[in-house]
């Protein structure tokens, strides 16, 4: 019932409607520095919000939170558990607490991190949970979604980090 969240992971419910038509529902909000409220946050406590730069001098990657004129500690999130200097800055680890009932059109909770949540939009993951859909093997769904942020991950990077991803296949349904 409730949805505890910190840092750059999401959650989603998928949700098999009428007609065979699936969508999704966001249970969780990304602590990006792109949102208003976070990005406040950390320029009232002293810190700086922008890319990272590459060897050249051009800005590369995600938006980061930095100490003003420093060096780190370059979060592309605006929460985070035991970041020191983030912390010195305005990176803190209350979580964002949210309330869902699970609901009889509710098919599946993925739970992932940000190594999906980058190259894969919710409605493209309700697309592949939908063809990979077997209630009794959700491995068959976090494999997909794992094969498909993997593909494009490698097309844009060399080095992929993390891609953790957790299905709940629900029985209610």
Known sequence: RFISNIGDSRAIVIKEMKCNFW???????????LE??????????GGEIQKMED????????????????????????????DI???SIGVICVPEINEYTIKKEDKAIIIASDGLWEFIS?????????????????????????????????NKDKQVDDITIICIVLNNV
């Open 122 to 154: 919710n409605k493209e993951t309700t697309n592949i949970v939908k063809k990979a859909f077997n209630k009794k093997e959700p491995n068959r769904i976090v494999n997909q979604l794992y094969k498909e942020s993997y593909k494009k991950w490698k």
């Open 85 to 87: 200097l983030g912390s």
């Open 23 to 33: 969508t999704c529902q966001q249970l969780s909000r990304d602590h990006k520095p």
């Open 36 to 45: 208003k409220d976070e990005s406040s946050r950390i320029y009232r406590c």
């Open 55 to 82: 060897d050249q001098g051009g800005w590369i990657g995600p938006l980061r939170v930095w100490v003003k004129n420093g060096e780190g500690p370059g979060l592309a999130m605006t929460r985070s558990f035991g």
